[in-house]
């Protein structure tokens, strides 16, 4: 973990979202999640702005730019030592602004604000075959800890 801020661009603010970057925030989701549909992504916002979780938007010159998305899940993780524990469930800077060090700052805004509410571990996923996303963790110190897949069955 990196003691100081990491070096982003110049104009490039790290800052909590509000009610007012949902447009935003909702096409950023749409490029990470494009599977997920407009009306799920705003559903989504409106229950991470009611959360006990946090929202780090990046913005450059004033545009945003990337995101993390932090909740607090007080069910069981697999792997980690405690509950609640927040969890990383989306982390994403549009491919133009990629390799400055806006994915650091967005993930390091997000360890800070858990830290300093007193949490010790935060917990993640990634899409088996995301190679990108799982690289990313691992050099962020993310641990994996195990491989699933999910079903679900209607009934």
Known sequence: MMSEAPSIPRGTAIREAQASDGDAWSRL???LWPSCTPE??????????????VVAI????GDPV???????????VEGTSSAPVPYLEGWYVAPAHRGR????????FA?????????????????IDNETSIRLHRLHGFAEVSK????????
């Open 101 to 108: 060090g806006i994915g650091t700052a967005l993930l390091e």
């Open 111 to 127: 360890e800070r604000w858990a830290r300093q509410r007193g949490y010790h571990e935060m917990a993640s996923d990634a899409e």
């Open 40 to 53: 799920r992504h705003r559903l989504e916002i409106a229950q991470v702005l009611r959360s006990a979780g």
């Open 66 to 76: 990337g995101f993390a998305e932090v909740s607090v899940r007080v069910d069981h």
């Open 58 to 61: 990046a913005t450059q010159a």
């Open 148 to 155: 699933t897949v999910h079903f679900i069955k209607a009934l």
């Open 29 to 31: 989701r749409a490029e």
